[in-house]
């Protein structure tokens, strides 16, 4: 876990206090005091998600509105996807871009149609970057909408195949939500904006509730059976199998959305012979990387180490001649999939599947193999 706060004293989410009754060891992440694991320890809370239902604290994230008749078509010019044409109840993964066409961010929006007279978009984005994010939104686009950052609330997700049979006993119709759509909920008489998404590859919900409510809501939810508490260990164990990327490990200022094999992620109406073209920071070269993958220098790839041992973020990557093709940016032992698990950046001659290379780990080559990406398959519910 990085501590991006060695001077600053850290902050605390609304849950601190359940935290510390609940035995989590703390540690420092994104500026806060977080759970990064409970007694049962990572290994199990990894599991438990997996197979019944397990409630993180993500209060550390940024959550925003942006208000106003201009918010979509300007939140457009900020990212290369399609923000415009996003309907209302649906929610979708978007990228802030530097003038460079490299990643600043990547966040959540959802469009939550009209909401006391205004149209609203509603934004989740990263812990570490949301100071960053919304000095970048608010000095862009602020003259076309109002950015209204929301610290007075708190962000839990609920994960695992159980997650709606826990989460629907205390809010009636959340079970009929699909995979990225949302809406309004009374859980537990806690006043709460729910989406069915999350990070772990699995069936779930991110809930937003008024802090002085987060306590009561936390403890409904883990008063259900099929709920345990789950800190930022198995967050990222589960997020890494499920192939999904970390801001600040494997995607950042230094990388673009072709070489993070995120084109999935920029809608059609966003490229090159789309209704809406360009337009973004860093149009020219993004769609230039997309319509012409050879002038890429590298690649994210997902790799599975053939020995089980587990290669860490940072291990230099090398061809099975020796020379130096790259870096790991996230890896563990994967607990579900029972093997050491990672992603990283090759040069593109490596990146096909199958493909062998060596990870350098303490002086030893560890052979691993590019493999494809979820590493266990996703379970979203989408009806």
């Known amino acids: 876990m990085s501590d991006s706060a060695t001077t600053a004293p850290l902050l605390t989410t609304p849950l601190n206090a359940l935290h510390v009754e609940l035995g989590a060891r703390m540690v420092p992440f994104a500026g806060y005091s977080m759970p990064v694991q409970y007694p049962a320890g990572l290994m199990a809370e990894h599991l438990h998600t997996r197979s019944a239902a397990g409630l993180f604290d993500v209060s550390h994230m940024g959550q925003l509105k942006l208000v106003g008749p201009d918010a979509a078509a300007a939140f457009e010019t900020l990212m290369p996807v399609d923000v415009i044409d ?82 629907a006993r205390l809010a009636p119709g959340a079970d009929k939500l699909v995979f990225m759509t949302g809406g309004a909920f009374d859980i537990a008489g806690c006043d709460c904006f729910v989406t069915r998404s999350g990070y772990t590859g699995e069936d779930g919900f ?40 970390l801001y600040g490990n494997d995607i950042d200022t230094t990388t673009t959305p072709p070489e993070a094999a995120l084109n999935w992620a920029i809608q059609k109406v966003r490229r090159t012979g789309g209704a809406r ?59 579900t999939v029972n093997e050491p698990v990672a992603m990283g950046y090759v040069t593109p001659e490596f990146a096909a599947i199958g493909t062998r290379v060596n990870a350098i780990v303490r002086g030893k080559a560890v052979p691993m193999e590019v493999r494809a990406m979820p590493f266990t398959p996703a379970r979203y519910y989408r009806g």
């Open 206 to 245: 991110e809930i937003s509730v008024p802090a002085a409510q987060a306590d009561a809501l936390a403890r409904a939810l883990l008063a259900q059976p099929e709920v345990k508490p789950i800190g930022l260990g198995a967050r990222n164990s589960l997020r890494l199998e499920a192939g999904l990327c």
């Open 277 to 335: 073209a360009g337009g973004f920071p860093g149009a020219d070269k993004v769609l230039a990387q997309i319509d012409n993958p050879a002038t890429l220098q590298r690649k994210r790839v997902g790799l599975v180490a053939l020995e089980r041992v587990p290669v860490r973020e940072h291990t230099e990557l090398q061809s099975t001649e020796g020379q130096k093709i790259g870096e790991v940016t996230s890896g563990l032992l994967g607990p």
């Open 86 to 167: 996003l309907p209302v109840g649906k929610q979708r993964y978007g990228l802030l871009l530097t003038d460079e066409g490299t990643v600043i961010d990547d966040l959540m929006f959802f469009n939550q149609g009209t909401v006391d007279g205004e149209p609203t978009l509603f934004v989740i984005v990263n812990g570490a970057c949301k100071v960053g994010d919304i000095a970048h939104i608010q000095a862009r686009i602020g003259q076309r909408c109002q950015v209204v950052p929301m610290p007075d609330h708190a962000l839990l997700a609920l994960q695992g195949p159980q997650a709606v049979t826990a989460l």
